[in-house]
């Protein structure tokens, strides 16, 4: 095993869990899972998600998780490491190319975030309805250079956590944030129990209607548990790298799937309590967070600070995701090019400055940035989790599955014999037919080729 003691690395179990938590609850959790589950008919949408979560990806983060930690190295690293021949190393593109295509559209939500705590702060939504924010939000999107240089904004955050490295800044701010984002949501949720429609949002969230399921709902359900398990794009690999070898990675694993699905439900209580109870419909979409909420406040008691607490709350889990979408690009200039963090980052800055600038731009009025009848934003949110990285994924899958040896990978996953792996046959063969069958078999049906 390879000693990285020397390292900067994660220097405590509970700091490496809060990390991987940090990257996995985002906006994917509060701003994306919701609309999802209004889009697909509410609660048969969860449960499907919930087996995905457990059954798919809770292997497939354990292997990303050991591949980093064995290797201890950024994703190009490790792939060429654990197989120095063939083409596997070539998933480090896809990773590298997924970090850019996620984090393009993503700071653009995470600069809306920014903007509308600002905006919170300063009292501008007072007096609105859901129309009058409506009319905001959509006056906000059409001025691109405004949200761009929020955009951009986000990007300085980020980057000022990441400047300061792995144990003083990612693990720092992780280990500050998301005990934060906890109770800020849950302070919340507590908030939606005296909503005079709770239990009509209760009911939408929890008792499934299968009507509405078909294959568009699967790959979805898929798509939503790998963005939000930030699986298939480096990030578990790379915050694997710099966990220490005495950790255990499946209690980790299931530490991280637990709190995403329990934050994803704080979100959904959250949310269609007061989607119901102010009347607004609970198709709003992409937009729901953004336009739904700001009007809600205004006439729920004590709602100006709820305001700022939530876009405060929903710039944490930004903040900690985005971190960790970025470093995988950092760490693959600083180890591969021997490249000081500061430069890595400039040069991260740089690219995203035009992406997402290009992202943001693309959903004015006037834009040409459409493509197949999609705005650039929308492609990249869309497709980075319905294809990407569940491509990604599978790829991963076979990998640890077929080629790499089955003693290193016990080895890896039980510290070295520290741990029990009780479930390792299991969770071996997950990775080695059912992810990829299933994963194959939802893509074909979704081409229209079965
Ligand atoms: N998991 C993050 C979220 O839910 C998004 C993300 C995807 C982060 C992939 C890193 C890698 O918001």
Redesign the pocket.
């Known amino acids: 095993m390879t000693d990285h003691s020397n390292k900067d690395g994660f220097k405590s179990n509970l700091g490496s869990i809060l990390a991987l938590a940090g990257?996995?609850?985002?906006?994917?959790?509060i701003w994306?899972f919701p609309y999802m589950v209004a889009e697909n008919g509410g609660s048969a949408f969860i449960l499907i998600y919930i087996i995905m979560v457990f059954a798919i990806c809770v292997p497939a983060f354990m292997a990303e998780v050991a591949i980093g930690r064995n290797t201890g190295l950024n994703i190009f690293g490790a792939f060429r490491k654990l197989a120095p021949k063939g083409w596997w190393f070539q998933i480090g593109t896809l990773g590298i190319l997924g970090?850019f295509v996620?984090s393009s559209f993503?700071i653009v939500i995470g600069g809306w975030t920014l903007a509308f705590l600002a905006r919170s702060i300063v009292g501008s939504f007072n007096g609105m309805n859901a129309s009058d924010v409506s009319v905001l939000f959509a006056n906000f999107v059409d001025t691109p250079i405004e949200t761009s240089a929020w955009a951009l904004g986000f990007v300085v955050i980020s980057v000022a956590v990441l400047i300061s490295g792995v144990a003083k800044g990612i693990e720092r701010f992780n280990k500050i944030l998301m005990p934060m984002l906890l109770g800020l949501m849950i302070i919340m949720a507590i908030n939606s129990l005296f909503l005079s429609h709770f239990w009509e949002g209760m009911k939408f969230l929890f008792q499934p209607d299968f009507s509405h399921v078909n294959t568009h709902t699967v790959i979805s359900a898929l798509g939503q548990a790998f963005?939000?398990?930030?699986l298939g794009?480096g990030?578990i690999i790379t915050y694997g790298s710099y966990m220490r070898k005495q950790d255990n990675i499946m209690k980790s694993t299931f530490s991280v799937a637990t709190i995403g699905i329990l934050i994803s439900v704080l979100a959904g209580i959250i949310i269609f309590p007061a989607v119901f109870s102010f009347d607004i419909p609970a198709e709003a979409g992409d937009r729901l967070a953004f336009v739904t909420f700001p009007a809600i406040f205004q006439v729920m008691p004590g709602g100006y600070l709820f305001g700022i607490m939530f876009f405060m709350l929903l710039l944490v889990?930004a903040v900690t995701?985005n971190i960790?979408?970025l470093e995988v690009i950092v760490a693959y200039l600083t180890q591969e090019y021997k490249m000081k963090r500061g430069i890595a980052l400039a040069i991260v800055v740089a690219v995203l400055s035009v992406t997402g600038t290009l992202c943001a731009f693309s959903l004015s009025s006037d834009t040409s940035l459409i493509i197949g009848g999609r705005s650039l934003f929308d492609l990249f949110n869309y497709f980075s989790a319905a294809y990407l990285?569940p491509i990604c994924g599978l790829l991963i899958s076979i990998f640890v599955g077929w080629k790499w040896n089955k003693n290193s990978l016990k080895q890896e996953i039980s510290s070295n014999g520290l741990y029990p792996v009780r479930y390792f046959p299991f969770f071996r063969f997950m990775l080695r037919f059912i992810i990829p069958i299933f994963i194959i078999f939802v893509f074909l049906y979704a081409l229209g080729i079965m």
């Open positions: 990257s996995a609850v985002g906006l994917g959790n994306r970090s996620i993503y963005f939000s398990m930030s794009m990030s889990a995701s960790s979408l990285l």
